[in-house]
Each structure stands twice: as C-alpha cells, then as structure tokens.
C-alpha cells in the first residue's frame, strides 16, 4: 500500500517439527504419516502468512534436485489422516502431545500463530498439542541436546527451522544414525541403515549427477518414515523502498548487496 517492493523467492530453507521417535505416539510409522496428511499447508500459506512461504512435504522443496519422486505427498487430506490413525489403532481415542517452539527467531518466521494454526488442524482429527514457547536461545540449547536429554525425554516435538546449502546441511546432520546429539543435530534420533549407506556414498562421490540421485533417494525414505512433520518453507520476504533498483533476491540467507543501487 505504502508502495515498497516486496520480494519473495524459494531457497533452501525448512520449518519442520523434530519428533520424538522413542515416545508415543511418534515412534509408530502411520502415526506420523497421518500427523502430516492432517495440515493445511496452503491455508497455512496463504491465509496466515500472506503467501510468504510455500508448503513442504519433504526435507528439500518440490523441483529441487535432491527431491525425487516420495510415494507420499502430504497433501491436506484430513480423512486419510484419521484413517491412518485408526490403522495404527488409535481409533476413538485422542493423542496427546507437545512442542517446544519459540517466541520468535532466526528463521522461525511467526512461530506462535504458526504454531496454534496446526493445533487447530491437529485437533480436528483427534491430536491434542501442547505448545511449549521459549526465548530463541533457550530453545536452541534444549534442541542441541536432543531427545535423549532427560529434559527433554518426554517432549514430543522440538519446532526449529534452518537453512542448507549442502548435502551435510541438508540431510547428514539430520538423517543419519552417527550424527545424534551432542554429535551433532539427529535428535529423535532417526536410524535406518540404508539412509546412512546413501549419505556414505553421496559424501564421497565425485559426480554432482550420482550424487543429487543418492540425495533424491534419501529424501523419498525420509518423506515415507516421517521422522518428520514436514510443515512450510519460508520465501525470504524483504522489503524495499521503491527507491532501490537492481536487487536480485539470491536463493540464499545471504545476498549480494554489490548489485542494488538507490534512486535519488
């Protein structure tokens, strides 16, 4: 209204919630994936953040070359998410769960109203979610810690987002059953073996197009073990004067500010 530009572009960033894999209801497979069909991502998109973000159904987005073909895909589907449910047999009975998530933060883009919009739609199909904010860096050590922290034993998810740049930043930090805490970030922790014989290999090929299969590989699993709630990724908003001219919004949380200039 203002008149100020208002770039937006996707970039490899992810708003997930980490599970709990060791505690009910999260260490049962339908569970999760039921978890995931029952969000509105394009509600969420469009009716809260004003077209800000873009939903995720993986680790990486769609059209990304380490995407690859998962057979689920997490559409908003609240019917097959009950029918998940009563599959893994919770049939009549309400989950309960909860969330540490943040105030606000780096990357976390509106973390609380985000965060209640998927209680909403949790609740509609019989999952009960506690919400746990905390000051960005409080959150961040609890995170780091992971789920085999006593602190941290019986929370259900921890709500942090993150960008990568690279295969490491992307899965291996995540994904793979050598990096847990205090390692590094893995904090359900997530185990399967041929996740890690994937990333092994993709660490040490030499060729981008072997390597980019091996990743679109690893995303399929992770998409169908659910490890995950795979929720939105952010679109890097900025505002700019009308003044400012040349500006390139680079697929990055860092940009190239030798390129705009200022209009007098």
Known sequence: RDGFQIVVRPYPHNWPYSLNLNIEPWNNKLVRQAANYAIDREGLCKSLLNETCMPATGAVYPGHPWFGH??????????????????????????KTSVLTSTSGSGQMLPLPMNEFIQENWRAVGIDLEIIPLEWNTLRTRYRKGFQDPENAQVGMVNVSFGFAEPFSAFTRFFHSDFAPPKSTNLSPYVNPEVDRLLDRAEVTFDPGERDHLLARVNEIVVDDAPWIFIVHDLNPRALSPKVKGFVQAQSWYQDLTLPWVEK
């Open 70 to 95: 998962p057979s689920q895909e997490y559409s908003y589907n609240p019917q097959k998410a009950k029918e998940l449910l009563t599959q893994a047999g919770y049939a009549g009975k309400r989950l």
